[in-house]
């Protein structure tokens, strides 16, 4: 499903229009980290999504931005600081974004598996 940006088209049903403004490999994950952190800086955003280039966690953020999801802050400063928090429409998704994460936590349980914050990470055979 490609993204639509200004919103070209009507989507065909509620989900397409939800998942059309959160797909992308790390909007969630900075949505999360955001939730869970607060306001954060571009180097600990990057931190936690790794394997994520400087370019695409700059074009998620600023896609995120875009939707409402999250707010940008440069301060003045050298070097240059920047900061991000979410919205109140970021904050909307806590409750979505919680279950998903106990979701996910109990599909990796099942399987036995581990992510990189637990520390033991079982590897792909």
């Not at 400087?54 to 600081?81: H, S, W």
């Not at 409750?95 to 349980?109: A, C, K, N, Y």
Request: aromatic share 8%.
């Amino acid at each position: 499903m490609p993204k639509r940006r200004n919103y070209d088209a009507a989507p065909a049903c509620t989900i397409e229009a939800a998942l059309n403004l959160i797909n992308g490999r790390w909007k969630g994950v900075i949505l999360w980290h955001l939730l869970q952190d607060g306001t954060t800086r571009f180097n600990a955003l990057q931190r936690h999504c790794k394997g994520c280039t400087a370019r695409l966690l700059t074009k998620q953020l600023r896609e995120l931005e875009e939707d409402g999801f999250i707010n940008r802050t440069v301060y003045a400063v050298v070097p240059p600081k920047v900061e991000y928090s979410l919205t109140d429409e970021g904050r909307s998704l806590s409750s979505i974004l919680l279950q998903l994460g106990d979701w996910g936590r109990g599909w990796l349980d099942r399987r036995g598996l581990k992510t990189l914050a637990d520390g033991k990470v079982r590897e792909a055979a």
